[in-house]
C-alpha cells in the first residue's frame, strides 16, 4: 500500500473540513505526523483516508488527452529554443 502524505489544509479538502479540525482529526486517529523540510506537518493516511483519496482522483474530471498534448507542446517548444542553431565546425571560417 502505498504512503499518502498530506498537509492540513489538504487533508481538510479531503475530508471537507477546517485545517484546524483536520488537525484534530488526524491527532484523535493517531495518524503518523512530520515536519516535512518545507516547515509544514504532514500526516500519513491511513487506509481508509488512503481508499478516499484514490476514490476522489477516480472520480474528478481530468483532462488527461488535453494536459498529454499540452505537456508535449510545451515540450517541442523548449526543444526549439534549446536546439543548437547554425554550428560552424572548429577552423572553418
Known amino acids: 500500500m502505498p504512503q ?3 498537509a492540513y489544509d489538504e487533508l ?3 475530508s471537507g473540513c477546517s485545517p484546524a479540525e483536520a488537525k484534530m482529526r488526524a491527532v484523535h ?3 503518523d505526523r512530520r515536519k516535512s523540510r518545507d516547515g509544514a506537518t504532514r500526516v500519513k493516511l491511513d487506509l481508509a483516508l488512503t481508499a478516499k483519496f484514490f476514490a476522489s ?3 474528478a474530471d481530468f483532462d488527461l488527452d488535453g494536459a498529454i498534448e499540452a505537456l508535449q507542446s510545451t515540450h517541442r517548444q523548449m526543444a526549439e529554443l534549446l536546439a543548437p542553431t547554425g554550428f560552424r565546425e572548429r577552423g572553418a571560417a
Open 4 to 6: 499518502i502524505w498530506m
Open 12 to 14: 481538510a479538502t479531503l
Open 29 to 31: 486517529l493517531s495518524l
Open 57 to 59: 482522483i477516480r472520480e
